[in-house]
Nanobody, 119 residues
Framework: QVQLVESGGGLVQAGGSLRLSCVAS????????MGWFRQAPGLEREFVAN????????YYADSVKGRFTISRDNAKNTVYLQMNSLKPEDTAVYSC????????????WGQGTQVTVSS
């Protein structure tokens, strides 16, 4: 079992910044990848960014590239999402996920944290 808890969401004006955190606990000793996803009301969940746990290789959605930065602290089993130059269209519930299996991509998910960007 792996548990993920996100924090750091809130209300921010357009152009502002937030940093999200996600702490993983439980059987995390075989972490391959952690990532961030978001879902706005009435829309499908979309990929935001992910990071390989061993070498730190990152990948971003085109919509956030250059504005968001994903990072990790292996010792703390924590992944971060630094969000700069926020836009109203970034408003969503942001969830983190972890891949601990060779067979299943992102086999555990957090509950999410709300990010609201005002005009």
């Amino acid at each position: 079992q792996v548990q993920l808890v996100e924090s750091g969401g809130g209300l921010v004006q357009a152009g502002g910044s937030l940093r999200l955190s996600c702490v993983a606990s439980g059987r995390t000793f075989s972490t391959y990848r952690m990532g961030w996803f978001r879902q706005a009301p009435g829309l499908e969940r979309e990929f935001v960014a992910n990071i390989a746990w061993t070498d730190g290789t990152t990948y971003y959605a085109d919509s956030v590239k250059g504005r968001f930065t994903i990072s990790r602290d292996n010792a703390k089993n924590t992944v971060y999402l630094q969000m700069n130059s926020l836009k109203p269209e970034d408003t969503a519930v942001y969830s983190c996920a972890i891949q601990t299996s060779r067979l299943v991509s992102y086999n555990y998910w957090g509950q999410g944290t709300q990010v609201t960007v005002s005009s």
